[in-house]
């Protein structure tokens, strides 16, 4: 068995942290405060190359392993999950189901100018009454002649209502199957076709500079050859689409939980009570003790099911595991993290307290805890 990474992984990891650093650390604060898209910093981590991570060099792509893609939304998610959520979701939510089941043709048309972050892709499946039951979508799409005719409205869609939105894989019942069940099917829809409105959505708890969005459809017309694949494969589609997604929504666990142990080891080290650092104290130690070891099991975890998917081997209920568990163990981390800091883990001039409201998103997002304990059920036969 071999722990090491790659001297490529080991690089990306330095440059992005670099960059996270300088760039991101400086103003993540006042995006938060003000609920801002960043459209700028958005360009620039398409600059350094974090869209496309996974696509061939054909389509302008990166050309990397999915092990050196967490890494990169790792390492971005340790200093901001609203940044991290931009990256995650433009690569497993909007690049992801182009590249992996759209035409020759959609892929040229499309994916050079996502993968250089000149643009953005949503993937529109929750809606108003289908979270977790992804089946019981509304959205409807009528083919009349050589035209889908979408109906319907989606609900939390990132990347989906900014200037730099290009348009959404839509999720749309197109017909009945045999059994009586909804036919569904993946259409994409440009951003500026008529009757397609995307509004911003604010006033959120976390993840307040990341874009998101309501979308609303109303006798959208798209050519026929907007569908993605096969009519019929969308339920299909979005299934694979959230076990790649939720490798990205571990390393955002991943990255934040790191983010608030450094966070909180450092104040540990520098607070004095009772003429010592607080670290030195049991209760706070351990605290540090029980981060640092599950940071440590996530990892693990997280890059095992990475390694499965780039050996394509099952990685299904990995990443559900994964997920799971990364989620987890930051929301953890992050209340060791505040309550090390004590009453300054409160503000909001102390970094540590916007790690630990974006952290439930995680416990949310690309399927509920309890979803990923239902999925791991099953894997296990139960």
């Known amino acids: 068995m071999d722990f090491d990474l790659t001297k490529e992984q080991e690089m990306i990891r330095k440059e992005v942290r670099k960059f996270a650093q300088k760039e991101i650390a400086p103003i993540a604060s006042e995006l938060d405060e003000k609920e801002e898209f960043s459209e700028t910093l958005t360009r620039k ?34 200093i901001d999950g609203s940044q991290a959520a931009t990256i995650a979701a433009g690569n497993s939510l909007g690049i992801g189901p182009i590249y992996y089941f759209g035409t020759r043709e959609q ?13 953005l892709w949503g993937f529109g499946l929750t809606e108003p009454t289908a979270g977790s039951d992804a089946g019981g979508s509304k ?27 290009m348009g959404v894989t839509v999720q749309a019942i197109t017909g009945t199957r045999d059994n009586g069940k909804p036919e569904y099917s993946c259409i994409l829809v440009e951003s500026d076709t008529p009757g397609f409105k995307a509004i911003p959505m604010h006033k959120k708890m976390m993840w307040r500079a990341s874009n998101t ?58 607070r004095q009570q009772f003429n010592q650092p607080i670290s030195k104290f049991q209760a706070i130690a351990f605290k540090l003790a029980d981060s640092a070891m599950e940071i440590e099991c996530a990892r693990n975890l997280l890059y095992k099911a990475c390694w499965l998917k780039n050996n394509k081997r099952p990685y299904e209920k990995e990443a559900a595991m994964g997920k799971l568990y990364c989620s987890e163990v ?51 036969g139960c």
């Open 45 to 78: 981590m398409g600059e350094i190359g974090l869209f496309g991570i996974f696509v061939s060099e054909q389509y302008e792509g990166q050309a990397m392993d999915y092990i050196s893609y967490i890494i990169a939304v790792e390492e971005i998610a340790r």
């Open 107 to 119: 892929k040229e048309k499309y994916l050079p100018k996502l993968c250089s972050g000149e643009g």
């Open 139 to 165: 959205t409807t799409a009528v083919l009349d002649a050589n035209e889908w005719v979408i109906n319907g409205s989606k609900i939390f869609i990132t990347n989906a209502a900014c200037d730099l939105s």
């Open 213 to 270: 969005a309501e979308l609303y459809f109303d006798d959208v017309r798209v050519p026929k050859s907007n569908i993605l694949g096969k009519k019929g494969d969308g339920f299909h589609q979005m299934l694979s689409t959230l076990d790649g997604g939720r490798l990205s929504i571990g390393a955002m666990g991943l990255g934040g939980a790191q983010g608030a142990y450094d966070l909180a080891l450092q104040y540990a080290k520098e």
């Open 330 to 380: 930051m929301g953890r981390v992050t209340n060791h993290a505040v309550q090390i800091h004590g009453g300054y883990g409160l503000m909001k001039e102390y970094n540590v307290e916007r790690f630990y409201r974006d952290q439930k998103l995680l416990d949310i997002g690309e399927g509920t805890s309890e979803i990923q304990r239902l999925v791991i059920s099953r894997y296990i």
